[in-house]
């Protein structure tokens, strides 16, 4: 995972983390590593899907404490149609932001995009994302395949109740897709709208209020 953030993070931390993880390992391990990234890219390559949470959940990996139980990636894909049934106004034309607080290994967010597509919606133009998980693996797992499936998505390991959190990564289409000006703008929009909003309500309400008076 460290690799995938370096080219747009460029840290020394990131750096080291990657040498240290990788010293753990013999010669012979290390080199199955990409060998299973490469399985996965043609896993996501043939179809969105969920393919680490199926892989986590089938290899009893879930931890029922946390209440670790992914949804199938078809009840995920039927509840996004349901709710984003008429997202079509948002082609070409503005951000559209969805949150998800308990992440897992982010397929709702993966079965969300595929809606988006099948709408003819680019997500990787128009979709913003903040996912959040207070699990670790859960946390790179959902960071891994929304890079990998070019979803701009701010992904944070931590506790969405105690808004306590660990660590922040941005995904590449983040950068790419310069979310970050855009989400400044869409902010300044929202700002001078607001602005806007109370101006009218406070110039009805005083001529409201002179009418009254002139009527008295």
């Known amino acids: 995972m460290?690799?995938?953030?370096?080219?747009f993070y460029r840290s020394e931390e990131i750096e080291l983390k990657y040498t240290y993880i990788s010293n753990k390992y013999t010669k012979e391990q290390a080199e199955e590593f990409p060998?299973?990234?490469?399985?996965?890219?043609s896993a996501l390559e043939e179809q969105h899907q969920d393919f680490l949470g199926e892989v986590f959940m089938q290899m009893n990996l879930g931890n029922a404490a946390n209440g670790?139980?992914?949804?199938?990636?078809?009840?995920?894909?039927?509840?996004?149609?349901?709710?984003?049934?008429?997202?079509?106004?948002?082609a070409n034309s503005e951000i559209m932001t969805l949150c998800e607080p308990c992440c897992g290994s982010g397929g709702m967010i993966i079965a969300f995009a595929e809606c988006l597509l099948e709408q003819d919606i680019?997500?990787?133009?128009?979709l913003y994302?903040?996912?959040?998980?207070i699990d670790e693996m859960c946390y790179k797992m959902t960071y891994i395949q929304l890079s990998l499936l070019g979803i701009p998505a701010k992904v944070i390991w931590g506790?969405?109740?105690?808004?306590?959190?660990?660590?922040?990564l941005y995904t590449?289409?983040?950068?790419?897709?310069?979310?970050?000006?855009?989400?400044?703008?869409?902010?300044?929009?929202?700002?001078?709208?607001?602005t806007v909003s109370k101006e009218t309500s406070v110039n009805t309400n005083t001529g409201n209020q002179l009418k009254l008076f002139k009527f008295l």
């Open 172 to 194: 590449p289409f983040f950068f790419l897709g310069n979310f970050k000006q855009k989400l400044e703008d869409r902010e300044s929009i929202n700002n001078m709208q607001e």
């Open 2 to 7: 460290t690799k995938r953030q370096q080219p």
């Open 35 to 41: 060998k299973l990234l490469a399985f996965l890219v």
């Open 122 to 126: 680019n997500y990787q133009h128009f």
């Open 159 to 168: 506790d969405s109740l105690s808004m306590r959190y660990n660590e922040v």
């Open 129 to 133: 994302v903040e996912a959040t998980d």
């Open 68 to 90: 670790q139980y992914f949804t199938p990636y078809r009840v995920s894909k039927m509840m996004s149609k349901m709710t984003g049934v008429h997202v079509k106004k948002y």
